[in-house]
């Protein structure tokens, strides 16, 4: 139909190299950040952004990094929950220690300390593979899960144990509403959605890639698998750093160690597992089912209670949530197990040679 | 020195615990190449089948004697874990065959939710008991040997004479019997032993069944000693590096990594943790287990790992 690459001729290597070379893909794009940063503002309630909008976006962030690690470098990690743990630590210590750093700036040092906890964690990755691997990185979530809640210098000695921010700015600008939170983590989230972007279609994602796919033949034509694993481990983990920055400075705003437990790796791998792995696009994907099912599975169960005259309990609910989430997943993997960004592609691929099947 | 000693014996009796747990993860994953996470939820959920049958059964059936309704509500407890084990591979795995370990992976973590989500609907959440007449008091052991003797729980000697008569048990039917035999087989080759007529999905039927079985047990003796509620799923948790240290492959792997880890997580805990203050128990498993691994990346006893072109 009007999806088509007919008619748009390359005429320079600069042409033919762009991030999207089909236009309609530029101008979707571009329609959809510009519809987020003007449109969705408009329309969205205030309910709506802190409940559905920021997590999404904070998560999408998070499960963007987790996919750079997973998907591109074929390395499972299940202490993503640590790393977003130490860039939020890292960022709060800085925002408390030093007197009127600015927000991007903290959040930027709790990303770079994550990324040097995740290097550190990666290191076994040289030389443990494969489901090993994946429990090894538990290690590295257990082991943060312990020192943000027994070391008391991390939490600036509050007798709590709870961290928390108050009175965001950015530039100048108050981050305190609803709509300041949501536009400001949508601009970090393009930032570093273009920026992970261009890594995976660089030469450096293309390493990844090859160790993903095969890492002894990599290392045989020349790929360096300590550079690629470690460069792949650090990324990562600086993203989802910054993430957990976010999560913590924007979306909570005063939080315990629990908020980065284990089940909050587990919830990033199923994003990017249900999202699909290896695809920028799936980590939106994924974050949007997995933020916004639970939400969904509250509303819904209690008015199909409803009609059939059932009350239906919070512990019932709270059942059937965990229920209905997990038939789903195993249903998705079975249906799909590339993801909902191959459904997309194999989508754009029948509008592409629509009417004909092939 | 006294002292070092009942800690050395309280980690071992910890280590056959985990180690129980552990061969859950290790059967199923030799089987069907499955990593299966949900084996804690299976423990959780076979636990409260037991409890509340235990409970139940008194108060319906009429029979007073604890000891047959224990008895009891393990068979009724085993067979719900058998159709928890043919539900699972008739609705999960059948469909999911030749898929990559990661997608699996997720899969149980999906069936983790769920059996958590059901046991908790059928059974309820609230913290039941399941007493099957362990005894509770300490016993005193080389009182000659040392002053004031080594102080050791009885209630653990006995769980690690069941964990001990069951890996037994599981080696024998392993070995000596026809379907122990094909389980090996499949285990082996998956495609050889299809080809030679060994159903694999019966096959798999039966190893989750076996691994449901092993959970029960799990789930009754941690069960009895914690109590039965939502936390015991997290003994998967505790597990996890028992599995990885002794390779992921291998049934005495699970049982000695189980006592390596229950022994340096004690040790580490009573001589190490007042220094760091205290808690370190399972992140220095995780660590520990680590260490292991970077000396030998396919576990203590695990196949080895020969990376094709």
Request: neutral net charge; charged residues 10%.
């Amino acid at each position: 139909m009007f999806y088509r690459e007919n008619g748009q001729f390359k005429t320079s290597y600069k042409a033919d190299q762009q991030i999207f070379p089909i236009a309609q893909d530029r101008w979707g794009v571009l329609l959809i950040v510009a519809f987020a940063f003007f449109a969705v503002p408009l329309l969205a309630d205030e309910y709506m952004m802190r409940a559905i909008l920021i997590p999404f976006l904070i998560l999408s962030l998070a499960a963007l990094g987790v996919n750079i690690l997973v998907g591109y470098c074929g390395q499972i990690s299940l202490g993503s929950g640590a790393f977003m743990a130490v860039g939020a630590y890292a960022a709060f210590n800085c925002w408390v220690r030093l007197e009127g750093i600015p927000l991007i700036a903290a959040l930027l040092v709790g990303g770079f300390f994550a990324t040097l906890v995740g290097i550190f964690f990666g290191i076994p990755s040289l030389r443990v593979k494969g489901l090993y691997l994946s429990v090894a990185t538990l290690a590295a979530q257990f082991f943060c899960d312990w020192a943000f809640l027994r070391i008391k210098w991390f939490t600036n000695d509050s007798a709590s144990g709870t961290a928390s921010v108050a009175n965001l700015t950015a530039f100048g600008f108050d981050v305190v509403t609803p709509l300041q939170k949501y536009i400001f983590c949508l601009s970090v989230l393009v930032v570093f959605g273009v920026l992970a972007k261009n890594l995976v279609r660089g030469a450096i994602g293309r390493e990844w890639m090859a160790i993903r796919d095969m890492d002894v033949a990599a290392a045989v034509i020349g790929i360096r698998p300590m550079y690629a694993k470690l460069s792949a481990f650090a990324v990562s983990s600086f993203i989802v750093g910054v993430a957990g920055a976010l999560w913590a400075f924007i979306y909570l705003g005063s939080w315990e160690p629990a908020a980065f437990s284990v089940d909050r790796s587990f919830q990033l791998l199923f994003m990017v597992i249900l999202g699909g792995m290896g695809s920028i696009m799936g980590s939106f994907f994924g974050a949007a089912f997995i933020v916004i099912l639970p939400i969904a599975i509250n509303i819904v169960l209690p008015v199909i209670g409803s009609w059939v005259g059932v009350e239906v309990s919070t512990a019932a609910l709270t059942h059937a949530e965990q229920i209905i989430f997990g038939a789903l997943i195993v249903w998705f993997l079975i249906v799909e197990p590339h993801g909902l960004a191959k459904l997309w592609s194999v989508g754009k691929q029948k509008m592409r040679v629509w009417p004909f099947p092939h | 020195m006294g002292f070092f000693l009942e800690t050395l014996i309280g980690g071992l009796m910890a280590g056959m615990l985990y180690s129980l747990v552990a061969l859950g993860f290790v059967l199923i994953y030799k089987a069907s190449g499955v990593f299966n996470f949900a084996q804690g939820a299976m423990v959780l959920f076979a636990a409260l089948a037991m409890a509340r049958f235990a409970e139940w059964i008194p108060a319906h059936a009429g029979i007073t004697s604890p000891v047959a309704a224990n008895l009891m509500a393990f068979v009724l407890a085993a067979a719900v874990m058998f159709i928890v084990a043919w539900v699972i591979e008739y609705l999960v795995l059948r469909h999911l065959v030749n898929q990559e370990g990661t997608t699996l992976l997720m899969a149980t973590l999906g069936i983790t939710y769920f059996l958590d989500g059901v046991g908790q609907s059928i059974f309820g959440s609230d913290i039941y008991k399941i007493d099957i007449g362990m005894p509770k008091e300490p016993l005193m052991a080389f009182e000659k040997a040392f002053d004031g003797g080594i102080l050791i729980n009885q209630e653990d000697l006995v769980a690690a004479a069941i964990a001990a008569v069951l890996v037994a048990g599981l080696s024998l039917f392993f070995q000596k019997t026809t379907t122990g035999r094909a389980l090996r087989a499949v285990a082996d080759d998956h495609q050889a032993a299809q080809s030679i007529g060994i159903p694999l999905n019966r096959i798999w039927v039966i190893v989750w069944c076996v691994a449901g079985i092993v959970a029960l047990v799990a789930g009754m003796i941690w069960g009895s000693k914690l109590g039965v509620q939502f936390s015991l799923s997290t003994v998967a948790l505790r597990a996890l590096p028992v599995v990885i240290l002794g390779g992921l492959t291998s049934v005495p792997g699970a049982i000695i990594g189980g006592l390596i880890i229950g022994v340096g997580e004690k040790l580490s805990e009573v001589f190490l943790g007042p220094y760091v203050g205290g808690g370190i128990e399972i992140w220095f498993a995780y660590v520990l287990a680590l260490g292991f691994l970077l000396v030998r990346p396919q576990g203590l006893f695990g196949e080895k790992i020969i990376d094709r072109v």
